[in-house]
């Protein structure tokens, strides 16, 4: 893979918060690479560009999902907090050129995760929970079950936000339930 300043592209386009939590989220994504045997690179680089649009405004991310063609469903157009996953993705494919599939579905899926989610896609969902800057009710147990097992992790965190969404009456993306029933019966069968 060319070798890109990504750090530089990020630090442009994010404020200093957030820059910091996207190098966060590759250092992170890259040791749970190692633990794991995912593609180190491609965690480095899905890692650090996750949340590149974060910051546009719901309209600008709107408009950069609909210019590189990512379709999206009607929960995640209720949802503006989902938006900019599927930006990130539209913007890494279409700006930035790269068409590493498994990079796109990693940023794509980040936040709701989804069903038959590839090594590379949980390592990134789980790094977003576990990086250095993030401090919330859970974030040591969160931290525990990734080091236990993908598996536990992913289990733990899908909870954690299930429940946080429902006890904000927000809408549950589909795709979350998909993913939280897989691994639940995956560890029933395990
Ligand atoms: O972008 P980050 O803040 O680093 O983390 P993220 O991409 O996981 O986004 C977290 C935000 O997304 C948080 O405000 C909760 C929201 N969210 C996550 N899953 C869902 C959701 N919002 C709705 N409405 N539905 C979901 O399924
Ligand atoms: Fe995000
Ligand atoms: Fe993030």
Redesign the pocket.
């Known amino acids: 893979m060319k070798t890109v300043n990504y750090d530089a592209i990020i630090k442009s386009r994010l404020s200093e918060k957030r820059y910091i ?1 996207s190098l966060n989220v590759a250092k992170e994504a890259v040791r749970l690479a190692k633990k794991y045997g995912a593609d180190e690179e491609k965690a480095y680089i899905a890692g650090i560009l996750h ?1 590149i649009c ?1 910051e546009d405004s719901p309209e600008t991310q709107l408009q950069i999902i609909e210019k590189y063609g990512i379709t999206v469903d009607e929960f995640t157009l209720q ?1 503006t ?2 938006y ?2 599927k930006a990130g993705a539209a913007y890494v494919l279409g700006e930035l050129g790269i068409e590493d599939e498994d990079i796109i579905n990693a940023i794509l899926y ?3 995760a989804r069903k038959n989610m590839s090594i590379l896609e949980t390592i990134i969902y789980l790094a ?1 929970y576990i990086g250095e800057d993030r401090n919330y009710n859970g974030v040591d147990e969160m931290r525990t079950e990734t080091e236990k097992s993908v598996l536990d992790g992913m289990i733990y965190a899908l909870k954690f ?1 299930m429940q ?2 429902a006890g904000r009456e ?4 589909p795709d ?1 339930f998909d993913a939280y029933n897989q691994y639940i019966l995956e560890k029933r069968g395990s």
């Open positions: 939590h949340d974060k949802s907090k989902l900019h996953a980040h936040t709701t977003d936000t946080d969404l927000l809408v549950i993306h979350t």
